[in-house]
């Protein structure tokens, strides 16, 4: 009788300390999901925050992109304007002392057929400069190069400039994705971005306040695909900086 009571003693133990072990390891188990729940609150929350903060940098820098023109622009008039009044009270004054004559139309004419040449260039490399610094400032915005924003044109030139980035990472993300869920990731990235693409070009056809509403909802759209290609990356955009 107490070698049967002894085995029955243990097997009762080992029974109870089984149960112990699994109530243990579901413990461990919950507390594990709960912690992964909550980091991904986390991570959502201030990837939403990061987005956030970027439109309204955005927004800011278009504001004062705008006013930087305007003042340029002013500016530009006023000189023109100082420098018509003083061509026009310089040829006042001249006409005063004496009329024209053919002997003064000749030498003006010959004057104007020798400048020319050199005026115009000027002119035009000075618009074609003033032309590049701007697409320059709005390529910087749109976090692609120059060189690929001039090959776009429309009013979602840059949407279509990011579009062609997003496009080239989905490339390079492919070329080292080699299994099947990889490639099919990527395959997914290049759909959603043909998409979008359609997008653009719709926009550029609509109202104005319904294109800048559009133009938006695209502008999200590709931030959250430079997103999704940085976490395949293993890169968190929410601890960039």
Known sequence: MGLFSSMGAKR??????????????????????????????????????????????????HKQDRKTIKATGKAQEKVAAAEAKTIAEQAKADAEKAFFTPTKMKRYMTVARMVAPVVVPIAYRAAINARSQVTAVQAHRAGVPASLLTQYGGPSATLRARIAACQDTAAQVGEIEKSAEGQQFVATMNSRLDNLKIAADAADTMPPQQRK??????????????????ARLNVNPANVG
């Open 12 to 61: 009762a133990q080992r029974k109870a300390d089984a149960k112990i072990r699994k109530a243990e390891e579901k413990v461990i188990r919950t507390r594990a999901k709960v912690q992964a729940e909550a980091e991904s609150r986390e991570t959502r929350k201030a990837a939403k925050r990061l987005l956030k903060d970027e439109h309204k940098y955005s927004k800011l820098a």
């Open 213 to 230: 509403n559009a133009q938006r909802a695209i502008d999200n759209e590709l931030t959250a695909i430079d997103n999704d290609l940085l």
